[in-house]
């Protein structure tokens, strides 16, 4: 059972355009929502992170969007360049539990010029 | 970077044989993680360890076991690798347990 459902799996985008990468989770008890960026060859880096008392966070070009009552997620990339051509990973987890983090499945972002 | 070192980066083994795959950090960071990644499952913790000598199972725990007799490093065995295992493994740190989490570079592991 996944607990963290992200969607879609894939997804193209013009230069200069939005990306918007979907997650939803089940467990209520979730308190820290991170988004990773991953590139070819390498490690997730953490990217931005959230916390349930507010319901957007804005790093950059980086929005993430929560919706508590709906158990969703979002992350936004505006203006998005080749250079954000990745695969991201939306996350959750319990701070108290050790930060165990559960992940969804990934969405590769291809960003053409 | 955090300083985080896998190895090995790449390995391929036979079904039967036991594999050992190292973390070693340079952190000082008491959480340590092991996750593994396949498409379409994101990363799955296997196991963790929040101090020298203290680990805990994570979603995915059968077939492997961990050790970690020293800060710095995590080791994560195999006892008899089975091809289901072939995947790529994580490891990540995190200084308390509501810290960010830095992951490795990982290692690619076949099993044929």
């Known amino acids: 059972q996944q607990q963290v459902k992200q969607s879609p799996q894939s997804l193209i985008v013009q230069k200069g355009g939005i990306s918007i990468i979907n997650c939803a989770y089940e467990?209520?008890?979730?308190?820290?929502f991170p988004w990773y960026q991953q590139f070819p060859g390498k490690g997730p880096a953490l990217l931005i992170a959230i916390r349930p008392d507010v319901s957007e966070k804005k790093e950059g070009r980086f929005t993430i969007s929560f919706n508590k009552s709906a158990k969703q997620f979002s992350l936004h990339i505006m203006d998005s360049q080749p250079g954000d051509s990745a695969t991201y990973f939306c996350?959750?987890?319990?701070?108290?539990?050790?930060?165990?983090?559960?992940f969804g499945g990934g969405t590769r972002v291809l960003v053409k010029p | 970077d955090a300083g985080i070192t896998q190895s090995p980066r790449h390995k391929v083994t036979e079904t039967g044989t036991p594999v050992t795959l190292r973390c070693h950090q340079t952190e000082n960071h008491r959480y340590m993680y092991w996750y593994r990644q396949d498409p379409g499952h994101g990363l799955r913790l296997i196991h963790y360890s929040y101090g020298v000598k203290d680990t805990d199972k994570g979603e995915v725990s059968d077939g492997y076991s961990v050790s970690r007799s020293k800060t710095e490093d995590f080791l994560l065995t195999l006892e008899s690798a089975t091809s289901s295992q072939t995947s790529v493994y994580f490891c990540a740190i995190s200084e308390t347990g509501g810290q960010p989490q830095h992951f490795g570079d990982g290692t690619r592991l076949s099993i044929l």
């Open positions: 996350a959750a987890s319990r701070g108290a539990a050790g930060n165990k983090l559960t």
């Open positions: 467990n209520t008890a979730f308190d820290y």
